[in-house]
């Protein structure tokens, strides 16, 4: 290792201090969990920093210094000189602090950075320092704060401090001051009022969860497409149509269906942007993912503590199981109200199914239930049969759960729905930076990765089941177009792909209010907070996981 990557690793960025002062549980996400976020603030920070530069052309002076015996490194905004003194200058876009006397302060942690800069200066000019200064551009007041002794105890004893946290297996608490979570970037993976309720349930989260995102999913159907790279864009080559790019700004996940291909140079690109790239077979089976994670050993290290005691894969099992089956029930209860005719036969498949899921709260073991599971699966899918019009094609009705490979079109349906929610459960997973191989109930038998089975439970009903009900009910589906019959077997056909791919992103993109936390958001953002919820049962902040029940 040189002398530059050793300092590097030994000293604390001036930042990380900043973080430190302000949310220890911010500094300890960043600096050892290495999870990084952006949200508005820090973007309008970015912008303040870019337009001072261009309107102090010559008079701004940035400086990156280390001091290895401090232990501490990072670049001050800017170094001015008055009155033959040397002055470090931190630039600010919120407003400053104002004491019982109205006057102007610094925050804890901004008056914490500035000092920190006031020690690293002095080691490189060799000369006292007196103050730093810092602009808050907010109401445009200038603080100074002065340098002296109690100044560099201060810096010290927090370099000792976040050192002392930097090693620690344990992410420290969530902060008891709730204004800090409404600015911090990192609400959305920290999920302190979620974390809050989970410890107190009469608290009331408000929305940290951040918005729905954007970006598209680009769907590769056509066998023979190549999708490379042109500068920071994606470009597609299909055969016989013009050529297509997109900025990666744009792109969420890149599926490449059947035949068509990825160049390398596109695959270093979809990394380096945190891109999801997947491949799903022509046959529209679940093949595999580029894992593109980075810096998320911590994490892991802690689903492997847990995920490895017996105890908890039972616990997170039985609620897994239970959510699943309530799910399914809920489901049933509401397709029998929009019957016409009998529902008998569907109320009495309801009933069984309540009856079987009291047991689940006894199961000892997850062979226990496995069996429960089964059990109540053979009767979900003999009420879902009843749901299905009796005005739809014979060809479209079903008459029970059958695959690899399907051998008529519903369960077609049902089998390229369910590939296509494993593709975005796994890519869920990878977001978070968890191991998708080590799950808590299903055991590794395939290439299917165990985990990605487990999560898939909460999401089946939702975001396959019901849709695909609700389009063959509508007769959305081309009975012969849509679909590729060989002997016994089906498949969708390409035009069925892509007809199920725009009612299935369509699905995803709906709003859904969660049932416990009491706040709306896509399903396309319910998979990535599902997937928090499980990290935080194993990080002493249990209670919320798996409670996502269709009403």
Request: net charge positive; aromatic share 8%.
């Amino acid at each position: 290792m040189t002398k530059t990557s050793t300092a590097l690793t030994s000293t604390l960025r001036v930042c990380a201090l900043h973080a430190f002062a302000y949310c220890p549980r911010l500094f300890y996400l960043e600096e050892v969990e290495e999870l990084y976020s952006q949200n508005q603030a820090v973007f309008e920070g970015r912008r303040l920093h870019a337009e001072l530069e261009r309107q102090e052309e010559g008079d701004w002076e940035d400086f990156f210094i280390t001091d290895e015996h401090l232990g501490l490194r990072g670049r001050v905004d800017a170094l001015r000189t008055r009155d033959g003194q040397l002055i470090p200058y931190e630039h600010k876009k919120g407003r400053c602090y104002r004491d019982a006397d109205k006057q102007a302060q610094a925050w804890e942690s901004d008056r914490l950075q500035i000092l920190a800069y006031c020690c690293l200066l002095e080691t490189l000019a060799q000369h006292p320092i007196q103050e730093g200064r810092i602009r808050y551009h907010g109401d445009n007041t200038l603080v100074k704060i002065p340098f002296d002794e109690q100044g560099r105890a201060d810096v010290k004893a927090a370099i000792e401090q976040a050192q002392s946290l930097r090693q620690s297996r344990e992410r420290p608490p969530v902060t008891d001051n709730e204004r800090l979570c409404g600015a911090c970037s990192l609400a959305p993976v920290c999920l302190p009022e979620e974390t809050r309720f989970a410890q107190d349930e009469s608290h009331q989260p408000p929305r940290l969860f951040p918005k729905d995102d954007d970006r598209q999913i680009v769907h590769i159907l056509e066998p023979g497409t190549r999708v490379g790279r042109t500068g920071e864009q994606l470009k597609i080559s299909r055969r016989n149509a013009p050529v297509e790019t997109l900025s990666v700004r744009q792109v969420q996940q890149v599926v490449l269906h059947s035949f068509s291909q990825i160049s390398t140079q596109a695959l270093h690109l979809c990394t380096y942007h945190d891109i999801g790239v997947h491949w799903i077979s022509g046959g529209g089976r679940y093949v595999g993912s580029l894992d593109w994670r980075q810096g998320s050993l911590q994490r892991r290290c802690g689903q492997y503590r847990a995920l490895t005691q017996p105890e908890v894969c039972l616990d997170l099992a039985r609620r897994l199981v239970a959510c699943r089956a309530k799910g399914q029930r809920q489901f049933l209860m509401r397709g029998k109200r929009n019957l016409n005719g009998s529902t008998e036969a569907v109320q009495s498949v309801v009933t069984a199914m309540k009856r079987l899921l009291k047991p689940i709260e006894r199961a000892e073991s997850l062979e226990q239930l496995l069996g429960l599971e089964g059990n109540l699966a053979a009767l979900y899918f003999s009420g879902l049969g009843q749901l299905v019009s009796p005005k739809v094609s014979a060809t479209l009705q079903f008459n029970g759960r059958n695959r690899r490979p399907p051998k008529d079109r519903f369960n077609a349906l049902l089998g390229f729905g369910y590939s296509l929610l494993l593709k975005d459960v796994i890519n869920a997973i990878l977001t978070v930076g968890l191991e998708p191989g080590l799950g808590f109930y299903h055991q590794l038998r395939s290439q299917a990765p165990p985990l990605g089975l487990d999560l898939m439970e909460i999401f089946r009903v939702p975001l396959v089941d019901m849709p695909i009900l609700a389009s063959v009910n509508r007769g959305q589906w081309d009975i012969e177009g849509d679909f590729d019959i060989r002997g016994d077997r089906v498949w969708l056909s390409e035009a069925g792909r892509r007809r199920f791919i725009e009612i299935y992103e369509r699905r995803k993109g709906e709003s859904w209010k969660h049932p416990v936390l009491k706040y709306s958001l896509t399903y396309r953002r319910l998979l990535e907070l599902e997937v928090r919820l499980l990290e935080k049962e194993w990080s002493g902040e249990a209670n919320v996981f798996a409670r996502s029940v269709v009403r």
